[in-house]
């Protein structure tokens, strides 16, 4: 019913002595954030039992379509630990945080608008989202709006490079536990946090976080992933 007919009616049952309701707002109803993590056809990788506090959601997205699957399948996505990352319009400003990326194996595939082709996924994919991740996390507070951007750009730019060579001198060896094994990662520290990046059956692994020591760590497929979605 619109505005219009829900107020004729209204005044009509007034005019008849009657107690009109007034009609409640329709909205759209929200959506569902754990709509996105159950289409994908990959396990969802966090944070161990060792980890007692806090976990949310964060984001899923596609970065292609690819042969003989849905357009716009979901290819990775985040689940975090500890505080919730500030918002966009806020200060990055302290934190305790574990962020860990799950990126779907895929290969070489087309692009979802069908011009080119995407690079196969690997640990480096993972290492890029991890540290992109804590990029947007961890802009300097003081930075007006004009300077943001450029720090991103730059900070973006070496990231990217740093991912691209994970057996390089900017990333040391750790082992951390998966599903209670151990296997290897790729690790590095910077001022705004830390960044991993490894591989777990199935899938590739990023995480990132802050002022969470990143040593004492392990990661497990998640079993109920409402635990993350606060239900």
């Known amino acids: 019913m619109d505005a219009t007919s829900s107020g004729a009616v209204g005044a009509a049952t007034a005019q008849a002595g009657g107690q009109a309701e007034v009609p409640a707002r329709r909205t759209a109803p929200p959506a569902d954030p754990l709509a996105p993590y159950l289409t994908a056809d990959f396990p969802w990788y966090g944070l161990d ?20 699957a849905q357009p716009r399948a979901i290819d990775y996505g985040s689940v975090g630990h500890g505080e ?13 945080f574990a962020v860990v990326v799950t990126v779907a194996r895929r290969p070489g595939r087309r692009s979802a608008d069908g011009t080119g082709m995407l690079e196969a996924t690997s640990a480096s994919s993972a290492a890029w989202l991890a540290g992109s991740g804590l990029l947007a996390a961890a802009w300097p507070g003081q930075l007006d709006r004009a300077l943001r951007q450029d720090w991103m750009d730059q900070q973006s730019a070496l990231a990217w490079d740093l991912a ?7 990333w040391s060896p750790l082992t951390l536990p998966v599903n209670g094994l151990p296997q290897p990662f790729r690790y590095r520290e910077s001022v705004y946090g830390w960044v991993l990046a490894g591989e777990a059956p199935g899938v590739l692994i990023g995480a990132y976080g802050r002022s969470v020591s990143a040593y004492g760590i392990g990661f497990a497929t998640i079993p109920d992933l409402t635990a993350y979605a606060g239900r």
């Open 49 to 68: 039992d060792g980890w007692t506090g806090r976990r949310w959601l964060l984001q899923a997205g596609a970065s292609g379509g690819r042969p003989g």
């Open 84 to 96: 919730e990352l500030p918002m966009q319009h806020q200060a990055r400003n302290g934190g305790r």
């Open 164 to 170: 691209d060579d994970l057996d390089g001198p900017g």
